[in-house]
């Protein structure tokens, strides 16, 4: 079918539901000579009168009293498509599959999704722990999560806060093997002999830049990895069980901090910021169920970080 038949024929509906052509052209937005002449095309294509028209009233035909029933009836399927295609935009339902490096997952990204899940039930979330910057697209990823600046692509993104490593250790560990920050800062430059554990991508030569929490001067510090993990809650048990020195998320830190369980090794100096963002490759309108999952990570990331 021409499209502009079907165009034709919802102003042909509207005309005769509006009771006439002005009526029907303020209702549609354009002018009365537009109305006019599609319904002129309309009848020119079909041969046939729909509308006997005078400066007084107009009156459908026996051939427009059929072909409006069958106008009408499609009008009211196009504005129920219209409808329903709309409403599904506010209703949070359906599927949706999120990534998120593995790190994030356990104190973000899971309990957000165990909130959101039982205020909206028909939700169905599937979650991917990955710390490599999957295809979206080609992995079929509604939504990720990720960590450090993002370079200039396609996708969209939106900050949902960020975080400071710390580094730490068991309060026995410091004290059995007599190491603070002086001793650290005395050794800036070189290799520090501790045992320090690292995740398997770090690899084992690690730098880390730290700063003055009052001057904000830098100190660079140095060590060399003993002990391997190939998971951020590896390391972070590791540490908490006295196996040495590690580089966690304060988010993390901060839960075992008020246990005593860790100890910050330099109080006085702060770990560079990672900011964290959720990453879609949506162009046009945002799915209401992206949105708010992205809402629901975002307000988890605030609690952790208020806590």
Known sequence: MNI???RHMLVFSQIVD?????????????????????????????GVTLINRNTRSQVLTA??????????????????????A?????????????????ALIATIVAPAL??????HEGITPTLSGDDSRVSLINSEIHLAIRVGNMPNSEYKQRKLGEFRDVLCANP???????????????????????NYIANNWQGAQITHRLYEKKTGKPVVLKFTANRMCNSLPAVVELTRAGCGF???PDFLFNKYKLTNELVEVMPEYLGESAPIYAVHAYAGEVPILVKITIDAIKQQMEKLMTA
């Open 18 to 46: 509006e009771g006439g052509i002005s009526l029907a052209a303020a209702k549609l937005q354009v002018s009365k000579s537009a109305v006019s002449q599609q319904l002129k095309a309309l009848e020119n294509e079909l």
């Open 63 to 84: 051939a427009g009293k059929v072909f409006y029933e069958r106008c009408s009836a499609i009008n009211n399927i196009v504005n129920t498509a219209w409808g329903e």
């Open 172 to 194: 026995n560990y410091l004290k059995k093997h007599t190491i603070d920050q002086s001793y650290l800062l005395a050794q800036e430059g070189k290799r520090i002999d501790v």
């Open 114 to 119: 165990g909130r959101l899940v039982e205020k």
């Open 246 to 248: 590690a580089y966690i």
């Open 86 to 102: 709309r409403d599904s935009q506010g209703l949070a339902l359906g599927n949706i599959s999120i990534s998120s490096p593995n």
């Open 4 to 6: 502009n038949y079907l």
